[in-house]
């Protein structure tokens, strides 16, 4: 479970891109971004050629967020 008790907060998350990326092709895509089983607008907040972060906002209820890419490590 998430501990997070108070209103409006946001989780900041790096992703590197050896383990899960979001390209369609040679196409950026976006990832699907889910808490508790609901899909959630994210933001990009940093990108590099090894990693990108993600800012999520969460709720007093969150127990799950899931993050979906094109791409995910073997």
């Not at 900041?12 to 891109?17: E, N, R, T, W």
């Not at 609901?38 to 590099?48: C, H, I, M, R």
Request: net charge positive; no cysteine.
């Amino acid at each position: 479970p998430i501990s997070n008790r108070q209103p409006n907060e946001r989780l900041f998350i790096i992703l590197p891109k050896k383990l899960i990326d979001i390209f369609i092709g040679e196409t950026v895509g976006k990832f699907i971004v889910s808490v508790n089983g609901k899909e959630v607008q994210y933001n990009e907040v940093s990108n590099n050629l090894i990693e990108r972060g993600l800012l999520i906002p969460l709720f007093p209820t969150a127990k799950e967020i899931q993050i979906v890419g094109t791409y995910l490590a073997p």
